[in-house]
């Protein structure tokens, strides 16, 4: 019986039970918080993360907004710089490029350009990544391009426990803070402590401890990474496996610390290879860890295409199970 | 000019403070080109000339606890909301005595005192920001209102249109106040809009709208009363057109290729500040010494703000990655 494997004191949900039980949260603790944008109100969230949410605290609370994203990012600006601590929720990625003018050249410059007299504590959610044959316009993953940017914090959940724990904590960044939501997580049902609540947004973590070689990803690639670590257990590679949490800040302090002690590393980044999250990290390690490497660095990444429809195609696409595998056994001379 | 008949409170000092307030920006501005002639003032500079009785009709209308943003063309939006000259100069001298601490230049003056929100570069970027401040008074209850400076080129912007229909779908206490001066940077309204009454945009979003002559400070101020009036009774938004026009280039960069002599010259002789002093002057209302009392007052704060500028500091380039991230003193106040 599935209730017996809980350990008392927790519940299963889903990661998406998890992103909506931390909205909640947020909106009981402090009123100045409200979630706003296309359909989180009466349908109940694209990806039903909202669901409910409406009856519980009404519209102007959960506020349904028109297909207005840079109009509605906007004013989650505005109101942010007022005071309020909104939420806004873009669909997808793909569609926050529709945002991006007021996300860049407003909500991240404000306080420099301002010389520190507004800031703009904004958290903006999204979901990202492929694996819904939903294609080129709906799949990508561009949080690795958000991470470029300084003035904003980039957060990628991977687990339930920080689907319910990060959102309190970038509510109280003074800064935006966007938060990527893999796609394929939403179902991923994971354990949670009863009284479970907010998590630090500034550290990565080992998910799994190793000796051999440090396998380094997040968001929804870091299950098919802690998969293909089991793999490589079979054939006596000890692989650690870190999920980054925040992508930006990066925690190199995790990172270089793994890295020195395994003396070998692959990177697993559903973005795509060329001038990516991955290369920065990359670069990071031969900035300060070069001496400490016993072999190349490596990289999983999504193909150079946009994502396809057919199913195939879109699985080749990003980074899968064997590919870390086979990647991590090549750093070894191992085929 | 408008008589101020429908305006009996007004009074002779209130009259000769409109004149102050254009004679001032004017001023202001022409020390400020000679000042980047010199190249005390870099980068972009975009003056307000021509436009003055558009801020200075309708910012005096509004009160302490109301929210303004404004665009790249705000010196004078800035002057007259209270920004003081010294720190407004001291900026676009690019030293951390000015108002955004020399991070932001002529185009991105702010000032929290004032609930100045800014300069915003992004022609139309400024509109969503307002609609947000709205939103959060609306939301606590707060009879706040925020003015929304934008000029016309901003109406070919999506952003115009997501924000109008977010301000009266969500009934929020914005005013726009377009500044239609008839060209965005060199391109004319007519080869920019399909409709060029642009007034008429507003009707479209269910928003009460006027049309006003830009360049008669008294009707710009007696449309402002009506407009600020309406939005803090109604708390919906409300559209004013201040038809107006740029007498100098768009910034110091343009050579002004796209529109003749002549048709600025036309203008020239609507400009608000010799239109309106010619009007008072007629009636009676100032004198000579008033006049000359008012150039000699605005003649020391600028002489005061050009010393402010000169005197201020460089901030120290140790601190340049600061303002990037809140520091911790300001993450205690928040």
Known sequence: MPQEMIHPGTTELTYRDAVREAIRDAMRRDDRVFLMGEDVGRYGGCYAVSKGLLAEFGPERIRDTPLSESGFTGAGIGAAMAGMRPIVELMTVNFSLLALDQIFNSAVTVRHMSGNQFGVPLVIRMATGAGRQLAAQHSHSLEGWYAHIPGIKVLAPATVEDARGMLWMALQDPDPALIFENVMLYNMTGKLAADAGPVNIDKAAVRRPGRDISLITYGGSLWKTLEAATVLAGENIDAEVIDLRSLRPLDDATIMTSVARTRRAIIVDEGWRSGSLSAEIGMRMVEQVFWELDAPIGRVCSAEVPIPYARHLENAAIPQVPNIVAAAKAVFGRA | ?334
């Open chain 2, 1 to 334: 000019m408008t008589p101020p008949t429908d305006k009996p409170r007004l009074s002779r000092e209130h009259m000769l403070g409109l004149l102050k307030q254009m004679i001032r920006i004017r001023r202001f501005e022409a020390k400020c080109a000679e000042l980047y002639t010199q190249e005390k003032i870099r980068g972009f500079m975009h003056l307000y000339d021509g436009e003055e009785a558009v801020a200075v009709g309708v910012i005096p209308v509004l009160e302490k606890r109301d929210r303004i943003v404004a665009t790249y063309r705000e010196h004078g939006h800035a002057l007259v909301r209270g920004v003081p000259m010294t720190t407004v100069l001291a900026e676009m001298y690019g030293k951390q005595d000015g108002c955004s601490r020399g991070r932001g230049g002529s185009m991105h003056l702010f000032d929290r005192a004032t609930n100045f929100y800014g300069g915003n570069a992004i022609v139309g970027g400024g509109l969503p920001t307002a609609v947000g401040l709205a939103l959060a008074d609306r939301m606590r209850g707060d009879d706040s209102i925020t003015a929304c400076f934008f000029g016309e080129g901003a109406v070919a912007e999506g952003e115009f249109h997501e924000s109008l229909n977010l301000a009266a779908l969500w009934g929020l206490p914005v005013l726009f106040v377009c500044e239609n001066n008839l060209y965005a940077m060199g391109t004319a309204l007519a080869i920019s809009e399909s409709e060029t009454n642009i007034q008429r945009k507003a009707a479209c979003y269910q928003i009460a709208s006027e049309a006003v002559d830009g360049m008669d400070v008294i009707a710009v101020e007696a449309a402002a009363r009506r407009a600020v009036q309406a939005v803090r009774e109604t708390r919906k938004p409300y559209f004013l057109e201040c038809r107006t026009y740029r007498l100098r280039a768009h910034s110091m960069f343009d050579a002004q290729l796209y529109r003749d002599k002549a048709e600025v010259e036309v203008w020239r002789h609507k400009e608000p500040i010799v239109r309106y002093q010619g009007w008072l002057e007629a009636n009676h209302l100032i004198h000579p010494e008033d006049l000359a009392r008012m150039e000699s007052e605005v003649a020391a704060e600028i002489a005061e703000a050009v010393a402010f500028g000169e005197a201020g500091t460089w901030e120290p380039v140790e601190q340049l990655t600061r303002f990037t991230y809140a520091e911790a003193a300001a993450q205690a106040d928040r």
